[in-house]
């Protein structure tokens, strides 16, 4: 906030009148424009608080950069793991930065703010702290930093940002495909007709262990996991693919729903 | 545990088609195979250990039937007698059967989020064995059937034939356990509306013609309570006095009626079928059978009942050859099979009923699709109470055998005598624990 200067050679009178002014700019702002006096995540313009470079140019959804030297920029990285239910779990590791969600809205701060998810090139939601999810069928994942004010934080032009691939499509594509960072046991079940090959067995698991099931069916069908209530469509001669982590112990069946016919037990001590 | 409840879990499919009969209709979640070494070995030797003291200690026969017991208080007597209970309890039964009717007739088809096949499978089948184990014979007193029939009660009712005996009881016991274990789509409105209207009819004709003591002898879930409860420490002496005993005085006291073997067979049997229904040769079987998965698992369910009742009947003819004066080998030991049912109800259900059980109280509460608790029990834990709960049924049976075997049999013969009943408790416990471990 810019503080008058008040005159230092009249003291008594002009030391009052300093005073004074300096209580009145105090209590209508300055004359400059309101940043910070906005209760948190009500405004609706991008703040231009001082903090770095505000830059023209804006990113795909509309955001200005805001410019920081690389050594003062945040950064960010992304870790992506398969969820059993489905989509993928998002961990960010941030440095120089914090999640900020109650000052969203106010001015640009350095090092504070939140991130923005983009999946495949949209805009699907925000981050307001290191873990997320997203739904599986997401391709290509981009995680941006932007501060309390929106803008959207970069580096020599660029924002800071953090890329991640996951090819595989999950459900409810038809045809998925294992997921890359799928471990553990995999099952390869045929059904043709009332026949099921390999002929029904257990399947013993660890607690914790994960397990993913390649089921090709000759007709259209829904693959249930009991216990995990776990379905997967199946359409005829397409495999297609289950990853749980068997986290239940007990004796689950494995079966299809149409033709009621009984793949697999999974044993899970 | 298996049970009828696993096709309960068909929430999303709008049609599940011809479901496969696996296990009990309810619960998506059962027991672990058990680890055959200590399985087998701790069930011999408790076998072995009990047989030889047993005919080392105990040479006269101990259990006095229903003459034994210490009473309770009068004041608790009166009340348990009083008009009054009895009625709040008749109501209360009738009450829980119109909600259940109405569940049926309203709530969704779907047992993820109707309670009425829980209530059905979980909360009356597997409920009544506590229930009865602890209070008696409480069917007899909630059965809504009776509370209809005493609206209209017959002016003079024909007496039973002596011959009948708890046959029916039996007969509808095996039309449950098979509506349990291998119905199509058993947890359905439409099956579950059909067997309980077909039960209601055959009931209620039943009670017309013959007056309310039918229920005693037909009613499967009066006659399954009431030969439960003979294992209760809760007990009604000969002179009626409300009595406080040993499990083995009142079962010793188990009336032998006509029947009584048919239905032990059928409760032994059921549990047994419903051990196989897990094993996953005979589910390849049920698949890829020429005769189709439900009459397979039908003649799979009446071989084990027939199974185990050629064991009995074999061992009551090598009694009988023993000892020519023993009229009645089939039904004098008849009593000694209960505990060992019982043992395997526990060993079967046990897991269902701690998570099945709350679930379909959580559902009734208006819970939807609720969650089902995990047990309580690790598997470890798990596999431990159901060994020990069919070793225990063996045991408890043994001793029972032991007893009634010295009162029939002159001492010189008593040890020997019972031989045949000692090599069939061994082939239960080898079939029944090569089931659970299977």
């Known amino acids: 906030m810019r503080r008058p200067r008040a005159g230092v050679t009249r003291p008594p009178l002009v030391a009052a009148l300093a005073a004074v002014l300096a209580a009145v700019v105090l209590l209508t702002g300055c004359g400059g424009r309101a940043t910070t006096h906005h209760k948190p995540g009500t405004s609706h313009e991008e ?46 590791t941030v440095e120089r930065f914090r999640f900020t969600p109650d000052s969203t809205g106010g001015a640009a701060l350095p090092g504070r703010g939140h991130a923005r998810l983009l999946i495949d090139g949209r805009e699907a939601g925000r981050l307001y702290s290191p873990w997320g999810h997203i739904p599986a069928g997401t391709r290509t994942l981009i995680v941006r ?67 993913t099931l390649r089921v090709t069916s000759d007709r259209a069908d829904t693959l249930h996991v009991h216990g995990y209530d776990r379905e997967l469509p199946l359409s005829p001669g397409t495999p297609a693919t289950l990853t749980l982590t068997a986290d239940r112990t007990g004796l689950f069946e494995v079966e299809t729903h149409e033709s009621g016919l009984l793949l697999t037990q999974l044993v899970v001590r | 545990m298996t049970g009828p409840l696993t096709r309960l879990a068909h929430a999303l499919a709008p049609d ?6 696996l296990a009990h209709g309810v619960g998506s979640r059962h027991d672990l195979p058990l680890s055959p070494f200590y399985a087998y070995a701790g069930a011999f030797a408790a076998l072995l250990v009990s ?179 003979r294992l209760s420490p809760l007990g009604r002496r000969a002179d009626g006095r409300l009595v406080l005993r040993s499990p083995f005085h009142g079962l010793d006291a188990t009336p032998q009626t006509p029947g009584l073997v048919a239905t032990v ?47 009995y009947g074999l061992c009551a003819g090598a009694l009988r050859l023993m000892n020519r004066t023993l009229t009645t080998p089939l039904t004098s030991f008849a009593h000694s099979l209960l505990p060992i049912a019982l043992g395997y109800l526990v060993a079967h259900y046990f897991s269902l009923f701690v998570t ?61 005598g019972q031989l045949p009943l000692f090599a069939l408790m061994i082939a239960y416990t080898l079939g029944g624990i090569g089931l659970l471990i299977a």
């Open chain 2, 16 to 21: 599940p088609g011809p479901g496969l009969p």
């Open chain 2, 51 to 229: 047989f030889l003291a047993l005919g080392l200690l105990w040479s006269s026969s101990r259990f006095r039937g229903d003459l034994s017991g210490r009473p309770l208080p009068l004041a608790l007597q009166r009340v348990a007698d009083a008009p009054a209970t009895r009625t709040a309890l008749r109501l209360l039964g009738a009450v829980a059967a119109l909600v259940l009717l109405l569940h049926l007739l309203l709530g969704p088809d779907d047992p993820d989020r109707n309670p009425a096949p829980g209530a059905l499978y979980v909360l009356l089948w597997v409920g009544l064995v506590p229930a009865s184990l602890l209070l008696g014979p409480v069917w007899r007193l909630l059965n809504p059937l009776r509370a209809v029939h005493s609206l209209h009660p017959p002016p003079n009712p024909r007496p039973l034939p002596a011959a009948l005996g708890i046959r029916p009881a039996a007969l509808g016991l095996l039309l449950f356990t098979w509506l349990e274990l291998v119905a199509p789509d058993n947890t359905s409105s439409a099956t579950l509306l059909t067997a309980l209207a077909l039960h209601t009819g055959v009931q209620l004709i039943g009670a017309a013609r013959h007056g309310d003591r039918w229920f005693a002898h037909a009613d499967p879930f009066e006659v399954y309570s009431s030969l439960l409860a």
């Open chain 2, 265 to 311: 067979c059928v409760l032994l049997g059921s549990t047994a079928y419903d051990g196989l229904s897990d094993n996953p040769r005979w589910i390849t079987t049920l698949q890829t059978s020429p005769l189709g998965p439900v009459p397979t698992a039908t003649l799979g369910l009446l071989a084990a009942v027939a199974l185990v009742a050629a064991g």
């Open chain 2, 356 to 416: 099945e059980g709350p679930r379909t109280v959580m559902m009734a509460g208006g819970t939807d699709n609720a969650l089902a608790p995990a047990p309580f029990l690790g598997p470890g834990g798990l596999a431990t109470l159901q060994v020990a709960a069919i070793v225990t049924g063996h045991v408890l049976g043994v001793v029972a055998a032991h007893d009634r075997s010295v009162r029939l049999f002159p001492p010189d013969r008593a040890i020997a």
């Open chain 1, 145 to 211: 930093l932007h501060a309390d004010d929106h803008t959207t934080w970069a580096v020599a032009g660029a924002p800071v940002q953090a890329t991640v691939r996951l090819d595989g499509a999950a459900p409810p594509s038809p045809a998925p495909t294992p997921r890359p960072t799928a471990t553990g046991r995999t099952v390869d079940i045929t059904v043709s007709g009332s026949t099921v090959q390999p002929p029904p067995s257990r399947v013993e698991l660890h607690q914790g262990e994960r397990l």
């Open chain 1, 47 to 92: 703040a231009t608080g001082g903090t770095g470079t505000l830059l023209t140019a804006r990113d795909e959804s509309g955001h200005r950069l805001r410019e920081l030297p690389a050594a003062e920029a945040p950064a960010v990285r992304v870790e992506t793991r398969p969820d059993t239910e489905g989509g993928w779990n998002v961990h960010l």
